[in-house]
C-alpha cells in the first residue's frame, strides 16, 4: 500500500531536450496522425522546442520552417488538400463561409487558396439548411406550426425565439440574409426547394 502511495507522488520526470532525430520523428508522428497545414505544422514544432528545449547546445539551433518547407516539396504537407477537406467538413456540419474562411485563416492558409475554396451559393445554402435540421431551427422546430394556408400568417416560433436561432446562425457563419430565409421560412420543404434551385442553378 506505501509503495502504491508513493509511486503516485512519485513527480513525473521532465522531458528530454529535442535533437534533431527526436524532432523529425515528432514531425512525422504529427503529420500521420494530423490532417495539417504547413503552419499548424511549424506552430507545433516551435511550440515543442520552447517547452522541452534544445539538446545540444552547441550546435545549431533547427531550421523549422525549412523542416516544413522540406515536408510540403514531399508532399507530406499539402495545403490545399487541407484547405479542401477542412472547407468540406465544416460545410457538412452547418458552418458558413465565414467560418469556414476563419478557420482556414488561422491554419495559416493563404489567401489565394482561402478564395479557391470558398462555398458557393449552393453550397451555402446547404450548410444553412444541414445547422437549421442540426439545432431544429425554424421550420424544423418541434413546435413548428405549418404556414400554408395562410400567406400573411406571422412565422411560427415568437420574435425572442426566432432572434436567438438567427443569433446562432450568424455566429456559425452564415449571412444575415441567410439565415433569416431559413428561420422565417414556413415549411421545411420551403427551405428544401431554395436549396434546390441554388444546386439546380450550379449544374
Keep these: 500500500m506505501d509503495r502504491e502511495f508513493n509511486e503516485k507522488r512519485r513527480p513525473k520526470r521532465a522531458p528530454r531536450p529535442l535533437n534533431r532525430e527526436k524532432l523529425?520523428?515528432?514531425?512525422?508522428?504529427?503529420?500521420?496522425?494530423?490532417?495539417t497545414s504547413a503552419a499548424k505544422l511549424e506552430r507545433y514544432l516551435k511550440r515543442k522546442l520552447r517547452e522541452r528545449g534544445w539538446e545540444d547546445e552547441a550546435e545549431d539551433y533547427p531550421d523549422v520552417s525549412g523542416l516544413v518547407a522540406r515536408y510540403v516539396d514531399q508532399r507530406f504537407v499539402d495545403d490545399e488538400a487541407y484547405a479542401q477537406a477542412k472547407s468540406g467538413s465544416?460545410?457538412?456540419?452547418?458552418?458558413?463561409?465565414?467560418?469556414?474562411?476563419q478557420a482556414l485563416g488561422e491554419a495559416g492558409?493563404?489567401?489565394?487558396?482561402?478564395?479557391?475554396?470558398?462555398?458557393?451559393?449552393?453550397?451555402?445554402?446547404r450548410a444553412a439548411l444541414a445547422l437549421a435540421r442540426k439545432r431544429r431551427f425554424g421550420p424544423f422546430h418541434q413546435n413548428w406550426r405549418d404556414g400554408d394556408d395562410d400567406e400573411d400568417e406571422a412565422p411560427a416560433l415568437d420574435r425572442a425565439v426566432r432572434e436567438k436561432q438567427i443569433a446562432a446562425m450568424l455566429r456559425a457563419g452564415h449571412s444575415l440574409d441567410m439565415a433569416r430565409t431559413?428561420?422565417?421560412a414556413k415549411r421545411a420543404e420551403d427551405v428544401e426547394q431554395w436549396v434546390a434551385e441554388a444546386e439546380e442553378e450550379a449544374e
Design 24 to 35: 523529425e520523428e515528432m514531425a512525422l508522428a504529427y503529420v500521420a496522425r494530423f490532417a
Design 109 to 125: 492558409i493563404a489567401e489565394n487558396l482561402r478564395e479557391e475554396v470558398a462555398p458557393d451559393e449552393a453550397q451555402r445554402r
Design 90 to 101: 465544416l460545410l457538412r456540419r452547418g458552418y458558413g463561409a465565414r467560418r469556414v474562411a
Design 182 to 184: 431559413v428561420i422565417e
